[in-house]
């Protein structure tokens, strides 16, 4: 276990950025806890219906009933804010712009510094997910209807699409695929290369493959690890991290030197005993160098 929400809160929406969690909520609110699971801050906002959160570098954009609002990732505070034609549904980031689909079938297309509309994008229904290339030159979107569309970054509508499983409710980009999940439960990959979009503007579609998935097995977690007493780190079998007490919380420190013995490492909150040390497969520092993370098996030593 890495955080713990409280019970009683309606999650509408979670995104992580280098170990920041964002919850944004029905009741509009959006709430920020750090690698260590301990609260950061919290927001209202005038709206309600946060589907939308992304988290970045640049502070947490959530998006809600009246439009998107920008808060400093430190101070929560509230940096800009801008209505929508519609109800934001679902949030789409990438370096200095974020992108924000709505209710009333429209993709906005904002800049992370103020606010300020780039562009828009029109689907025929409401827009129930999006994402974009990550030079931004293809924005995709999926609307209530079962169709994807792809559009050029000036708005150009390119092509749409039946996805031939239910309404894309959350999409991914990732190596010129783009992955969606669908009201029907079904996971999807689109071919979202350029040969693949040039092919579908004039009608040329690849052949679908159905993939039926069976044998599944329940995961349960647990807290048990794998004991070892004799280990030798000095052939790069792994790394020693210690658990120890820190005013009233358990943290977690690198043991050997080369290390920052003053970083915490996020490490599984369960499985942490005073005293206690373990050897995981490695130990990276996090994007801002604020921590280390736990990789790979974790044994602890006895």
């Known amino acids: 276990m890495a955080y713990e929400i409280a019970g009683d809160a309606d999650i509408y929406w979670l995104d992580i950025a280098d170990g920041v969690l964002g919850v944004s909520d029905r009741q509009g609110g959006i709430t ?17 219906g946060a589907w939308m959160v992304r988290c970045s570098d640049e502070g947490v954009f959530r998006g809600h009933s009246r439009g998107v609002t920008h808060y400093g990732a430190r101070s929560g505070n509230q940096l800009w804010h801008t209505g929508t034609d519609g109800v934001v549904l679902f949030g789409w980031q990438k370096p200095g712009e974020v992108f924000a689909g709505t209710s009333r079938g429209w993709v906005y297309r ?59 409710f959350s999409m991914q980009y990732r190596d010129e695929r783009l992955y969606i999940v669908s009201t029907d439960g079904s996971p999807a990959c689109i071919d979202a290369s350029e040969t693949a979009v040039r092919e579908a503007q004039q009608g040329l579609l690849p052949q679908r493959s159905d993939i039926k998935a069976d044998h599944w097995q329940r995961v349960e977690p647990g807290t048990q690890v794998e004991s070892v007493t004799e ?62 993370r736990a990789r790979g098996e974790i044994r602890r030593l006895v």
């Open 110 to 168: 904002l800049a992370k510094a103020d606010g300020a509309e780039q562009a828009r994008y029109r689907c025929d229904a409401s827009v129930f997910s999006c994402a974009t290339s990550p030079d931004g030159r293809y924005v995709f979107a999926g609307d209530n209807h079962s169709s994807v569309y792809c559009f050029a970054a000036d708005g150009t509508r390119l092509w749409k699409l039946g996805t031939g499983c239910g309404s894309a």
């Open 32 to 48: 920020t806890v750090d690698h260590e699971d301990e609260f950061q801050w919290s927001r209202r906002s005038s709206g309600d």
């Open 231 to 292: 280990v030798s780190v000095t052939d790069g079998s792994g790394v020693i991290v210690e658990c120890v007490q820190e005013a009233g919380r358990l943290r977690v420190h690198v043991v050997p030197p080369g290390f920052d013995p003053h970083r915490r490492v996020q490490f599984p909150k369960d499985i942490r005993v005073p005293g206690g040390r373990y050897l995981v497969t490695e130990v990276r520092s996090s994007v801002n160098g604020g921590f280390y």
